[in-house]
């Protein structure tokens, strides 16, 4: 062999000593790189395993707790009612309703009370749509059919109590005392077998004082987490599931398995199970019965609320598809160096000058390309003897005209020419089908933006109409027919109407109740002169009747003409709106226009339409209260010209007493009258209060000995600025000026807002010797203009998330 060596030509030697060197060069490398990539490998597959884990995890724990968060919040709601003293049922109610219809995910909102839930509580809500105060009952809302259905259960008879059935989301929250999220059920609304969905209930128990008085729940359904597990693409074969506390399978690539137990639970593996049912973190491996192997298993907590009862996400991965790019990789490189060992023996032994002038020209023409310059790119010259040389060169060409396609066509889609034409170099031209889609994809963002700006359009129109308004009926609230001809100027300004009218309900004779036109905006004559309709009468007073909105896009012809300069023309499209508040009408607003009304600004119609009836029963309490407060003071007035009467003319003493009797009974008759409808008190010149109705104390919830013989001004500290403006306000009253004011008042932890009128009361040498204040209960208006503007704020900030995310999707 050595002499075999030393008469082999340099050429020969020269070639056997550097394959020899490379080839154990690179089986050192290629076995040491390998063990390394294999670890590395295998360390990196555990990593993306239990960061897909955790990442499932927290989505899935998010889902779950914001539903537990809802259930909650309702149960500390209710707690909050209850311990008042004042439970509001039909607020509650509201509320649920209102809950499963801004969370359309939800199947059902329901709660359960306990006998002595309301006990003692004040009878004023027996005649509620509830029934009676005491006893069992079941509050249910849920979809049926895509429709929201209430249901309610009462049960009051003691002898039917033990009746009763409940459930697991009952009896287990009411023992634990603990939220609650109960083992997957199959469940049906429609009482029908292929109806059934597979469902979850999240309870919340409500203890007061130690004691149980309900529970909160929500129905959730399950089936759309295969949806969230079915996207995972983890190796080849690779999958995961959502196991429950008790062992049953939430979501699973295979349905069929949906439901039922996991085989860690049949096989008893009591480090998994230990694992599932205490929330801890696990990583093994175990034979899998699903793929027939050995896998890596990854067991990660899903924690809901505060809940003794996590369930578990789990991920499998086959180990052999976990070492599967590691072997690859090694064989890969032994196939690598040996094909480097072939090609070095193949440079060496052939002719170099062949091979390395077009190399040389192609590695010049891949350099320009790799600056990105494919201007100064020439063609290479291609032999019509083509070997794999002429076949690089001729590659190259293609690469290169087809890189300038892809610049060009790039270049297009950067002007906004969505349809240029462009043609793939073929089928498995990878950077070519990325420009098509990036194509799609641009034309699908522009169509979702022009979608997403018309809606923000449509927010931003309803947002400001109702700070436009709000602005409105806070300000201009002291004259009704100012103010109703200012709201429908507006209206018809702002809908894009062309003509409207406000009609607003007479019950000054109860025997004799019209809607009356307060206001019109740019009506003919003979429509203006139409002020009085009946109850019942034509559209507008069956909308009042009715309490529902009418909209009209075919009008009868002798109902109502658009005129201008041109003529007369029939509106397009009429809308009639009843201004309603807590179910009861007030007047109507009626919008003729030669467009027709969109949805959104029908739905901000009848939204303002609220605002405005809460504003107009304010306005009208405030008259009423002005004209009885007047008609007291021309009373006392003409008691006051009959004392002087009597005095110059004593032959008609008599009478003029009987006259005097009977004026006081009707002054003591409106004080009566003021008192229902209104709270009074009395103060003497000092600002100490001397008396206070009933209704007052009622409705602060305090007694007299807390008002009476107090100053006006206790338990307020003034600044010097507001004491000066206080002692202003005494001496105006003193001189005998009304003064009007409204006062926000915290009672209990309750915001409560009045209405307040002070009004001097005079002697009969005009000099003022008491103050008489009536105050009314505005607190649902006030309270509605409140909840306007947080609306609005809430659209502001929808608005501006909208607008962050444009700015996104454009970058």
Request: contains cysteine; negative net charge; hydrophobic residues 35%.
């Amino acid at each position: 062999m050595k002499s075999f060596f030393f008469r082999m030509g340099l050429k020969n030697k020269i070639v056997f000593l550097i394959l020899l060197a490379t080839a154990v060069i690179f089986l050192v490398i290629i076995g040491f790189m390998a063990n390394r990539n294999r670890a590395v490998e295998i360390s990196n597959a555990k990593e993306l395993i239990e960061s897909t884990g955790k990442n499932y995890s927290d989505r899935f724990s998010a889902h779950l707790n914001y539903t537990m968060d809802i259930s909650r919040t309702l149960a500390d709601n209710s707690k909050a009612m209850i311990e008042s003293g004042n439970p509001e049922r039909i607020v509650l109610d509201k509320i649920m309703k209102k809950t499963l219809k801004e969370n359309p995910e939800f199947l059902a909102v329901w709660t359960r009370w306990s006998p002595d839930a309301f006990d003692g509580l004040d009878s004023a809500y027996v005649e509620s749509d509830w029934g009676t105060l005491s006893g069992v009952f079941d509050l249910n809302y849920y979809y049926r059919n895509g429709e929201i259905v209430r249901y309610v259960d009462m049960t009051t008879d003691p002898d039917d109590m033990d009746d009763i059935e409940f459930g697991p989301y009952i009896t287990i929250p009411k023992q634990t005392g603990q939220e609650t999220l109960l083992e997957p059920y199959y469940y049906s609304f429609t009482n029908r077998p292929e109806d059934e969905i597979l469902m979850t209930t999240a309870s919340v128990p409500i203890f007061i004082d130690g004691d149980y008085r309900g529970v909160m729940a929500i129905d959730i359904e399950l089936e759309s987490f295969f949806d969230k597990i079915s996207n995972i693409e983890l190796y080849e074969s690779g999958f995961g599931k959502l196991i429950s506390s008790e062992g049953s399978l939430i979501a699973h690539p295979m349905l069929s398995m949906v439901g039922e137990s996991t085989y860690e639970f049949i096989n008893q593996e009591s480090e998994v199970i230990d694992a599932i049912e205490n929330g801890k973190t696990l990583s093994v491996t175990y034979y899998s019965y699903d793929l027939d192997t050995e896998v890596f298993k990854h067991y990660t907590p899903v924690y809901i609320g505060d809940t003794s009862t996590p369930w578990s996400f789990a991920l499998e991965v086959p180990v052999s598809e976990i070492k599967a790019p590691a072997n690859q990789r090694f064989w890969m490189g032994i196939l690598f160096a040996i094909l480097a060992i072939i090609i070095l023996f193949i440079i060496i032994s052939q002719i170099a000058k062949y091979i390395t002038s077009p190399i040389i020209k192609t590695t010049n023409v891949l350099k320009t390309l790799s600056k990105g310059d494919l201007d100064n790119v020439k063609p290479l010259e291609v032999r019509k003897e083509q070997d794999e040389l002429d076949q690089m060169a001729q590659a190259t060409n293609t690469l290169v005209e087809g890189l300038r396609n892809t610049v060009s066509f790039a270049t297009s889609i950067e002007e906004g020419k969505l349809v240029s034409e462009f043609k793939k170099l073929s089928d498995k031209d990878q950077l070519g089908q990325a420009l098509l889609k990036m194509r799609k994809s641009l034309v699908e963002a522009n169509r979702e933006e022009l979608k997403r700006k018309e809606e923000d359009k449509k927010r931003r129109w309803a947002t400001e109409g109702y700070a436009k308004f709000g602005e409105i009926l806070r300000y201009d609230n002291d004259d009704l027919e100012t103010l109703t001809y200012k709201v429908i100027k507006n209206l018809v300004e702002y809908l894009d109407a062309t003509q409207g009218g406000v009609f607003i309900i007479n019950d000054e004779d109860e025997n004799n109740k019209f809607l009356e036109m307060t206001a019109c905006y740019a009506y003919d004559r003979r429509k203006f002169l139409e002020k009085k309709i009946n109850i019942g009468e034509g559209l507008l007073g069956a909308c009042f009747l009715e309490g529902k909105t009418k909209y009209m896009t075919e009008i009868p012809d002798s109902y109502v003409k658009i005129t201008s300069g041109l003529g007369e023309e029939k509106p397009k499209s009429l809308i009639i709106v009843p201004l309603k508040l807590n179910e009861e009408v007030y007047g109507i607003i009626e919008l003729a226009s030669l467009n027709e009304f969109k949805p959104h600004q029908i739905e901000f119609l009848e939204k303002i339409g609220e605002s405005i009836a809460s504003t107009i029963s304010s306005l009208k309490t405030n008259i009423h209260t002005a004209s009885l407060l007047k008609k007291s003071q021309q009373q006392a007035e003409e008691m006051k010209s009959q004392e002087e009467e009597m005095r110059q003319n004593m032959e008609e003493l008599s009478a003029t007493q009987e006259e005097m009797a009977r004026k006081t009974s009707e002054m003591k008759s409106i004080l009566n009258a003021l008192d229902a409808s209104s709270f009074v008190l009395e103060y003497d010149l000092n600002g100490y209060a001397t008396k206070v109705s009933d209704s007052y104390l009622k409705f602060l919830g305090i007694p007299e000995n807390e008002v009476v013989g107090k100053h006006h001004s206790n338990k307020i500290e003034f600044t010097k600025e507001q004491k000066q403006e206080y002692d202003k306000f005494w001496e105006d009253l003193k001189n005998g000026k009304i003064r009007q004011q409204e006062t926000e008042l915290n009672i209990d932890g309750k915001t409560l807002y009045v209405s307040e009128t002070y009004a001097p009361m005079l002697d009969q040498n005009g000099n003022t010797y008491k103050i008489f204040k009536i105050a009314n209960d505005i607190t649902n208006s006030k309270k509605a203009i409140i909840e306007l503007k947080r609306e609005k704020e809430k659209l502001d900030e929808e608005l501006k998330k909208c607008l962050e995310q444009n700015a996104k999707l454009k970058k």
